[in-house]
C-alpha cells in the first residue's frame, strides 16, 4: 500500500531528531557506543510496535470481510468505522475506508458514499487500485444520479492524471460509455480514440475499436 513509504519517512525524521537531542546534551565522549546502541534499540522497538499494530489492524479488517461474507452489513460497516478510526494511519484503515465507501453506496446512500470516497483521495494516493477505485467511486455517485457528463468527466480525469496507470485505459472506457449514456457522441468517441492512440497494447483497445467502428469512425 501507498501509506509505507511515508510512515518509513516519518520514521526516519523522528529518529534524526532522537538523534539531534542526544548529542545536543551529551558530551562526545559519552556519545559512543552506548548511545549508538540506545539509539538502535529505539529503532527496533518502534519497528516492532508498528508491525504489531498493523498485524492487528489486518486482523480487525479481516473481521469486516468475515462480516460481509455471512451478510452481516450493519456489522460490516461498524466494524469498518472502528478499524479507521482505531488504526488511523495503517493501510488497513484505508481499506476500511474504502470498504465503508462502496457498502454505502451499495445501500444506496450516495451522499454518504460520495464524502467517503473523497475523503480517501484527500488522504491517500490515487495511484493503485484503491486510488482508482475512489476515483471511479465519485463517477459511479454522479452516474447513479443521472449526472452522465459529470461522471465521464470524472473518469477522464482520472486518466489525465495518472496517464502512466494501468487503470487508466479502463477509466477512459467507462468515460466513453458514460458519454455515450448522456448523449455526447463527440466526447466518446474522443475517449475511445485516445484509448486506441495511447493504449493500443491495452485489453480494452479492441472494444474502443469496436466502439468507434459503430460510431462510423475508422480506425488504421
Known sequence: MQQTKPQQEDMLVWFLKVWDRIEANYIPILAGFGIALAAALIVVFVQREQ?????????ALGSVYIALSEGRT???????????ETYAGQSASAEALMTLANLHFEEGQISEARALFQKYLDENSSEGPLGYGAWSGLASCLESEG?????????????????????????????????????????ASEAYQKIVAEYGASFVARFARGQLNMMGIEIE
Do not use: W
Open 51 to 59: 508491525t504489531q499494530r498493523a498485524q492487528v489492524a489486518r486482523e
Open 74 to 84: 450493519a456489522d460490516a460497516i461498524a466494524t469498518s468505522h472502528d478499524v479507521m
Open 147 to 187: 449526472k452522465f457528463a459529470e461522471a465521464g468527466q470524472q473518469f477522464a480525469a482520472f486518466a489525465e492524471a495518472q496517464r502512466n496507470s494501468p487503470y487508466a485505459p479502463i477509466a477512459l472506457k467507462e468515460a466513453g460509455r458514460c458519454y455515450e449514456l448522456g448523449h455526447q457522441p463527440l466526447q
